[in-house]
């Protein structure tokens, strides 16, 4: 079965367990955000670096080769690697709920995080995410109820996210993808803050001029399949060819392209009968899938915002990606 067969869904929150939630803030000089993935106890993750200017926090502890395999939050935001402290107020409230990695007295929280590059695009350059966002949008994901409809566009860490080099507005989108067959249990679920260098891509797009800054696109892809680390290294990895398909150009020296890959280990994947890991290769096609369209589900997803920095409007909706949901 291919993929992009399966059956196409709202949200990463089709994934039984994982829950998302955001903390932003608007006006008064200030367009900027933080998202958080809080996936069940024992989900085990890894991730997949491909920008050349990535702001990353705890990236390294994620690599099969580490000693702790699970993943107790996952944070988006804004800010910059300024904005790397929201995921301090996220490791709080994991300690507070008894959440992270056992050792003597207590435990200590896996929080991985990524950001973009959105700074001063509120009009301050210093208003960008903290411990205390961080903390509230950890706060609104454990709030979630089983399967909760995700908001999207100017929400969390894609408020301040643009597209094209900063020429148009980004944002949050989220898409899931079934698979068939033996594996119609299995769901793989994507979430994308859009703020990239490039444009949607398609025949003919011509790619933009260099602007200023840093831009970035952050994913993270879930899943209720039993993966190894190593596994979820490797689907991680393939869901990068679901951002290539959707923006042009992708991993330039000013991205910070990030995808985390999250497994909570529910359901059991079927091996093919006689290629064992085709049933491997199949989810990761569909993580690819989940990624394109999450990501043109932030294009679609963003509106117009105005500040003292200036006006960005969406991506034209004639130009929108070549393909729909």
Known sequence: MSAAAGKAHGAITDVPGIQLGHSQRIGNGWLSGVS????PPGTIGSVDVRGGGPGTHETDALDPTTMVS????????????????????????????????RVPGGVVPIVPAAAIFDLGRGGNFSARPNADMGYEAALDAASTAERAVVERGNVGAGTGAA?????????????????TGQNAHIVVGAVAVVNAAGIPWRPGTVPPTAGEGLNTTLVVVATNATLTVAEAK???????????????????????????????????LVPHPDIPVAALIELQSAA??????????????????????????????????????
């Open 36 to 39: 958080v993935v809080l996936p």
């Open 70 to 101: 699970t993943v107790d939050a996952v944070v988006l935001t804004g800010g910059s690697a300024y904005g790397l402290a929201a995921a301090g107020g996220v490791q709080r409230w994991c300690e507070e709920n008894g959440r992270g990695f």
């Open 163 to 179: 597209i094209g080099a900063g020429a148009f507005k980004g944002g949050l989108g989220t898409a899931s993808v079934s698979l």
């Open 234 to 268: 490797r689907t991680a990895t393939a869901a990068h060819a679901g951002m290539a398909r959707a923006l042009n150009p992708v991993h330039t020296l000013a991205d910070g392209d990030t995808i985390f890959a999250l497994a909570t280990c529910a359901e059991i």
């Open 288 to 325: 690819a899938e989940a990624v394109r369209l999450a990501i043109d589900d932030g294009v679609r997803s963003a509106s117009a915002v105005e500040t003292p920095a200036g006006r960005l409007n969406p991506y034209p909706p004639e130009q929108a990606l070549n393909s729909s949901i």
